[in-house]
Nanobody, 114 residues
Framework: QVQLVESGGGLVQPGGSLRLSCTAS????????VNWYRQAPGKQRELVAS???????HYEDSVKGRFTISRDNAKNTAYLQMSSLKPEDTAVYYC????????WGLGTQVTVSS
């Protein structure tokens, strides 16, 4: 049974930082691409960052220079380090892994507010 568990969300002030984690079980993690998506209230889910099997990364323009995606295949875990957070980063953040199949976590809430 495949399971993705996100953690690390919470309430943070503008300019602050958070690190999200996504731990996978039930898959051979190092075969999968890892994506972080987010969905704000009333908006469509959008891709924020991706990391390939070899570590190549891609970022959505609004988070470039502020967010860093990484992975530790030995721990079956991916991370999203978020810095210089803005109120518009407020959303539910979802981990997604993709290879021959597509799996999603349940999401973790990130709220950026003073």
């Amino acid at each position: 049974q495949v399971q993705l568990v996100e953690s690390g969300g919470g309430l943070v002030q503008p300019g602050g930082s958070l690190r999200l984690s996504c731990t996978a079980s039930g898959i051979i993690f190092n075969r999968y691409y890892v994506n972080w998506y987010r969905q704000a209230p009333g908006k469509q889910r959008e891709l924020v960052a991706s990391i390939g099997k070899s570590g190549g990364t891609h970022y959505e323009d609004s988070v470039k220079g502020r967010f860093t995606i990484s992975r530790d295949n030995a721990k079956n875990t991916a991370y999203l380090q978020m810095s210089s957070l803005k109120p518009e980063d407020t959303a539910v953040y979802y981990c997604n892994v993709r290879w021959s199949s597509d799996f999603w976590g349940l999401g973790t809430q990130v709220t950026v507010s003073s």
